[in-house]
């Protein structure tokens, strides 16, 4: 646990010692690694999830798993890797940098970031607990009525779901506040908000989505709540007037912002790596800056393209469709500024900068697939099908957990003060990348070929889906292999990793101004900061940025 | 840049207000979307009951109602009265304002609670009986949803006070917020 | 219901169920048109990949810092207006176009009014099943027929569905015919498809439903305008009585079946289960699951 110990600390203090300081702690960068801990053990448990579920689609009329023990399966890999793994590990890692990269002491709310923080793990283990206390939710994590009323779902494992959920989705408005607040009030003096790091920037606005989408679902989940055992009739179509759709507009209302949520984040992060290991200031700071904006307002008016094929009038299919061929635009526009950034630098292909790469690479596809899904009529051809789960799985996790590779190895040596073994990095960044593609290209293939998402089985007269599936399935071994290569790496480099010193990378914000790892109080003196690249101005007295920025 | 409040790392901030007005606005824009979700529930779901009792039929003498209203929203003007008399120093006008508005509350608290005995005893509606019903208790549950206007003012009156001396109302989750906030 | 993959063999089944293989029809049906839409956004996007992709590699590779390059920093470029502006503007012009496509294919396909000469249908969600039912031309309060799990269609004239929910929300989804539309409770909707040929078409419930959601699978027939006339005049008819029938009846009767199962000219008037009138009529049960000959409704009878 003590990683961010020195090393002597750890040898003379009794384990219960350790254990409580953790426990009680309010720094900030104790939680953020606190949070990455738990978000990596939820990480392996979702993906065993998944990789059991592959095992049952092999080949056909597997008959490894049983249908509901499928349908669990599926319904909290789901929940587990948005709620319990990248969510976490974007909130822990932003929760460990942002204090640092605006030159702060700490969040503005140390105790209610360290609430936050247990609210998140005790939800978790909450919902987890369902398995012990007689099955997991078997609804899907999108939870959609009526499935979920009592009539159809009579145990009490949709309830652990709801109240799982709602407790980790309160810490994680908390969190949002918190951020709004540090960004707000606690940057270092010359700091304007126009000069903040992109990274701290994006998580102002995620903070944002944070803020507005998180209570629907909660007041969603209460509904909810409350027609399983207040008896009213919300959801519960088996009584005239209730709606089914309510629900899923409701759910989609924050689901959808909750994928940029996810999203913003790993931008964030990819916007931090790219300028370092190219050399190259970023290009078109501002435009980044607005398409974020852009991108947090304009995702909470598309939620309903997640319904396409439920029968809305077709005025709402149009403009949702259109409103999500709008998305398309400001995301465009960052990839366009990070390959610009690249061009003409001197490009370092160390680890976090392969990882960058592969986000950009393995986003473009999960993008590009979502301006055909953002088509209505091509919706209603592929939605619910593995088309789709190809689609969001290149966004989150060809994109999004890549990034956060990224941004984990660019910061590992910050958090730590080691750096991970590079030789290790490559290898896990190769297997990843090939084992991600394996498992997830062929999906776009199969959902073409009818085949549906969500189905514990499928038949012999469907020979043509067998391939695919087994090739998917082979996939998960290499990135099993992938997986293991990483944690062995994390545990090889904290061990026997050479020190890291205070800027491994010649970086230009200001966390890599301090020790690594920082000392409590995080800075001994704050640079004045003139310019959205503090260190550099430092390094480069004769050639500051200052000069250069407008704003 | 104007005004450069210190706050406790001793950085400058580049906002003319302290965090925790920052944060506390924050925590309001969180309120406001959640019962904003259930403005919107009420819309839907508004004339979809297909079976009675209607507002008409239950709220046929609301008097009770307006007073408790009247209470409530007057609870925001003492709140604001109470919290200036405290930056003032004023100590004594302070208790009799907090203690007026603590006074308010109950009041309000108790014409609720005869309205909703009313509703449950002699109409004999509850969150079960029919659409109208569960959502106007659902959002009873969390603020008195028929009245939003004072949503509005609440939120107004807390921006205007410091966060800690505010005394938590009958509005439960707001007052969970407060004691979370405070704490920090 | 053990799987037993041998005898499934013996099960009528489509070569294809692919969405880019829409039926075959005169003026075109909405799979068709989706396709043509989903070639399209495929040029498109393929252009966008092979452009960016290609940008890409072209900087991993040439701007790779080698072991002959100085330490020094390379030129720092804080950005370009125009160029800026230009991936700003290409990116907006290009979904526009898409756009105006989609509303084109959105309009075309889905219908609020059924189509001109078109049989209207309604489909009954059911976990884990579907009921068909043919309403009366004239009457459309009255069914002419209902039957459960297999559809049976005319070739050459627009099918007209309405559908409906009991319990969950399922989705009606053919690759081959349409897009799917989802079967929502308190929510009809409604969808159409057509073709000339006569044949097999198959798909399966596309939303989640529950437990059995993977074997909630979807036969649609297509006949020949004449055999169609055949099968719904038989399908009318209620259950076949006489001697020879005498024995089955009454142990049918005798137990819990009816209950929750209807054949039309018995007292069995169960509702909550597939009408069993002219099961023998149907070539699989459970859903498409297996084959219905002798064997396998003994062993799925129980």
Known sequence: MAIAEPESAIVSRPLPSILHEWVTTVDHKKLGIMYIIAAFIFLVIGGIEAALMRWQLIRPAEEILSPDTFNQLFTMHGTTMIFFVVMPLLIGMANYVVPLMIGARDMAFPRLNAFSFWLYLFGAIFTYYSFIAGGAPSIGWFAYAPLTEKAFSRDSSTDYWILGLLISGIGTVGGGVNFIATILCLRAPGMKLSKVPLFVWIILWTAFLIVVAFPPFTAAQIMLLFDRHLGSHFFDTQSPGASALFWQHLFWFFGHPEVYILALPAFGMISEVIPVFSRKVIFGYESVAMATAGIGFISLGVWAHHMFSVGMSRPLDIYFSGATFLIAVPTGIKMFNWLATMYGGKIILKTPMLFALGFLSMFLIGGLTGIMLAAQPVTEAVTDSYFVVAHFHYVAFGGILFAIMAGFYYWFPKMTGKILNESLGVWNFWFLLVGFNLTFGPMHISGILGMPRRVYTYHMFRPEWEIWNLLSTLGVLVQAIAFAIFFWNIYVSLRWGEPAGDDPWDAWTLEWATTSPPPVYNFETVPEVKSRRPLWDLKHPDDPDWKFEHF | MSAEATTHAGHASSLPISHEKVGMISFLVTEAAFFTTLIMSYLYYIGKSKTGPQPADVFEDISVTIISTVLLLSSSITVHLADGAFKKGKHSVFVRFWFLTIALGVAFLVGTAIEWHGLIFEHDLTIATNFFRHDLFHSGRFSRFPRDARRADDEYSLLSGPVATRPARQDGKCGVGFVVLAFC | ?302
């Open chain 3, 1 to 302: 219901m053990a799987l037993d993959s041998v005898l499934l063999a013996v099960i009528d089944t489509a070569d294809s169920v692919s969405i880019l293989d829409p039926a075959p029809s005169d003026g075109g049906g909405p799979a068709y048109w989706i396709l043509n839409l989903f070639y399209l956004i495929c040029c498109v996007t393929g252009v966008i990949f092979i452009v960016v992709q290609g940008m890409l590699v072209y900087c991993t590779v040439r701007f790779r810092k080698t072991k002959d390059d100085d330490d020094s920093e390379p030129p720092q470029v804080y950005g370009s207006t125009p160029i800026e502006v230009a991936w700003t503007v290409a990116p907006l012009l290009t979904v526009f176009v898409i756009f105006l496509v989609v509303v084109r294919t959105v309009v075309e396909i889905r219908v609020s009014k059924p189509p001109p000469n078109s049989l209207p249908v309604t489909v009954v969600g059911h976990q884990w099943w579907w009921e068909f039912r043919y309403p009366d031309p004239k009457n459309p309060e009255v069914d002419l027929a209902v039957t459960a799990n297999e559809l049976h269609v005319p070739a050459g004239r627009p099918i007209f569905l309405r559908l409906e929910s009991v319990d969950v929300i399922h989705s009606f989804w053919i690759p081959r015919l349409a897009g799917k539309t989802d079967v929502v409770p308190g929510h009809p909707n409604h969808m159409w498809f057509r073709t000339k040929e006569a044949g097999l078409f198959q798909g399966q419930c596309a939303e989640y439903c529950g437990t059995q959601h993977a074997n909630m699978l979807l036969n649609v027939y297509v006949d020949e305008p004449e055999t169609f006339q055949r099968w719904l005049e038989n399908e009318r008819r209620p259950a076949r009585d006489g001697f020879d029938v005498r024995k089955g009846k009454e142990k049918f009767l005798s137990l819990a079946c009816v209950g929750c199962h209807t054949v039309r000219g018995t007292p069995a008037r169960g509702l909550f289960g597939p009408d069993l009138t002219h099961l023998m009529s149907r070539r699989t049960l459970a859903s498409g699951m297996v084959p219905n000959d002798q064997e396998h409704l003994h062993r799925w009878g129980g």
